[in-house]
């Protein structure tokens, strides 16, 4: 892409020029590389092990219908303004309350690179014990992903997914019908519960794990932005909208919960579980379908976590620094993770990090529906700190955060919900005379 130097990769001065969007294939074919995470896999296969198979795939049905209609919305706007995310969350929360919201997308999409990384780092370790898994860390999953992100790192992804892409599809056929020749074919699969049975609303508990996950929602914003106007329809519709995530979701939950059912495993259903059991079933064949899937979701990781740490280092005055500094940054960071080994901290900050993303999106919907017909604000006209988008998003964050540390596990799952419910409301009611103001000057027009 062209553009200046530092700001080629993320737009953190200026929204996505026209001349420098995307086709719809070349679009769609980076955007697709986010459906392969082996997480997608697990987390069918582990909801269905807790909850029963049938609500597992209810709730996998209502969060692909509920993810296909917001980011539907979420992409239109995108396309139409061209902003970022990081550029976007300054009309809601001001020049520099945004910081935030940027620093929450790039922790989040680094943990993700690192969590992704460390699946693959042990499937080379497990494969070839010769590369040390420090090793597989630095160089297997580091290096090379950096690498990947370099350059004109949009189109490089296009690039790179479409030729996994139909890799990715014959891998996971593959790893099915060699399950069903080693272990047989049961309808044991689409029976699955906890000890006890089913729990009669366990659907609702699926349903709310996704929202754990709407992050998702950011990765489409800031991939969406490269879209063609006349191409708003067909990427609302079809590449953020339900068909994206019945592949995603759907698809692979219903693998993962076969596979789990099917391949024996020790120690319980965990990413790492799964990818030694493929790596062993399909030997070197395995290893290639996990660096496929793993490498293509993880330059999303990877691309995202840096521009977005550029966006953030330029709201603080670093907007000098080339985007090859953020993007070594980055691995550095990701190295440091899996190195250092501080999941179960990630996993405390993922929850709470979780209940903010949330808020965002509740915050952005409801934004983008009371501003629409009015034109972009220009930065210049933003104040440092906007109180009102700030008062909304952290008191719909301290709400879900009690429940979620209620200590109740039933209120648990209404943490998200409840989110949302208060953030959407909430900036509606404290915008009110905002969107006053906005109708006026828009009739003045």
């Known amino acids: 892409m062209a553009g200046k130097p530092a700001n080629q990769h993320s737009g953190t001065d200026s929204a996505v020029p026209l001349d420098q969007r995307l086709s719809r294939g070349s679009l769609t074919m980076a955007w697709w590389g986010i459906c392969s995470a082996m ?35 979420i992409s239109r706007y995108a396309i139409a303004s061209g902003l970022s995310v990081a550029q976007f969350s300054r009309r809601l929360f001001g020049r520099a309350g945004a910081a935030l919201a940027t ?15 460390s699946v693959m780092a042990v499937a080379f370790n497990h494969y070839a014990s010769a590369i040390s898994l420090e090793q597989a860390f630095l160089l297997v999953v ?9 350059g004109h790192a949009m189109r490089w992804l296009d690039k790179l997914n479409g030729v996994l892409l139909p890799l990715y599809l014959l891998g996971l056929v593959a790893a099915l019908l060699m399950a069903v020749d080693q272990y047989g074919y049961s309808s044991a699969w689409l029976e699955l519960a906890p000890e006890g049975g089913a729990p009669a609303y366990g659907w609702w508990n699926c349903f709310t794990y996704f929202m754990g996950v709407w992050v998702l929602m950011m990765y489409t914003w800031d991939y969406a ?18 068909p994206f995530y019945a592949v995603a979701f759907l698809l692979n939950g219903l693998a993962g919960i076969f596979l789990a059912a099917t391949i024996p495993t020790e120690g319980g259903v965990s990413e790492v579980s799964v990818v030694l059991s493929i790596v062993q079933l399909m030997g070197l064949w395995g290893l290639l379908f996990v660096w496929v ?37 980055t691995g550095l960071t990701v190295y440091l993770l899996m190195r250092f080994d501080v999941f179960s901290y ?16 509740a915050i952005a919907l409801a934004h983008i529906l009371a501003a629409r017909g009015v034109p972009v604000a220009d930065d210049a006209s933003l104040p440092a700190f906007d109180t009102r988008g700030l008062l909304a998003w952290f008191g719909a964050a ?25 953030a959407f409301a909430g900036y509606r009611l404290l915008c009110a005379g905002r969107r006053r103001a906005w109708s006026a000057s828009t009739d003045s027009l």
């Open 39 to 73: 997480f997608y896999l697990v987390v069918g296969a582990a909801l269905a092990m807790g909850f029963g198979t049938r609500n597992a795939i209810i709730g996998l049905l209502l969060s692909v219908v509920c993810y296909g209609a917001i980011n539907a919305l």
């Open 103 to 117: 620093l929450l997308f790039s922790a989040t999409a680094i943990y993700y690179a690192a969590f992704e990384g």
């Open 142 to 150: 580091v290096v090379y992903s950096v690498l990947l992100i370099f």
């Open 225 to 242: 932005r490269f879209g063609r106007p006349e191409d708003s329809d067909y990427h609302a519709r079809v590449n953020f909208g339900m």
């Open 293 to 329: 899937t793993q490498t293509r979701i993880n330059t999303g990781n990877f691309f995202l976590g840096a521009t977005n740490l550029q966006a953030l280092g330029a709201s603080l005055g670093l907007g000098r620094v080339p985007y090859v500094v953020w993007a070594a940054l």
């Open 346 to 361: 990630i996993l405390q900050a993922l929850a709470w990090q979780s209940i903010f993303i949330v808020a965002w999106v």
């Open 398 to 422: 301290a709400t879900g955060i009690v429940l979620l540390k209620a200590g109740d596990a039933s209120l648990a799952t209404f943490s998200a919900p409840a989110t949302f419910v208060v």
